[in-house]
C-alpha cells in the first residue's frame, strides 16, 4: 500500500511538472491580442460572504459528529482474533 501511495504522489510531481513546461512552452498571443471585449457579461464574486461563516461551522460540525459516531462504533465493535495459519506459526510448531 506503502509502495502505490508513493508511486501516486510521484505521478502527480510528474504530471503536475509537465503541465507547468507545457503552458511556459505556449506563446502568449492571447495576451496581446487586439480582440474587443466579449459582449456576454461574465458573474462575478459577491461581496456578501455572510453565508461563509455558516457553511464553514456545518462542515466542521459534520467532521466532529462523524469523529465521535466512529469512535463509538470502532469501541462496541468485537475484537475478532483471526485463526492462526500455517504462515503464522514460528519454524519448528508445525504439528506433522
Not at 3 to 14: G, K, R, T, Y
Not at 53 to 70: C, E, K, N, Y
Amino acid at each position: 500500500m506503502k509502495h502505490v501511495l508513493a508511486a501516486i504522489v510521484i505521478l502527480n510531481f510528474a504530471v503536475i511538472g509537465l503541465a507547468v513546461e507545457v503552458a511556459a512552452s505556449e506563446p502568449a498571443t492571447h495576451v496581446a491580442s487586439a480582440e474587443p471585449p466579449e459582449a456576454i457579461p461574465h458573474p462575478t464574486i459577491s461581496a456578501d460572504a455572510s453565508w461563509a461563516r455558516s457553511m464553514a461551522m456545518g462542515i466542521l460540525a459534520f467532521f466532529v459528529g462523524a469523529t465521535v459516531i466512529g469512535i463509538m462504533v470502532r469501541s462496541e465493535s468485537p475484537q475478532v482474533i483471526p485463526e492462526a495459519t500455517s504462515h503464522d506459526e514460528s519454524a519448528g510448531s508445525a504439528h506433522h
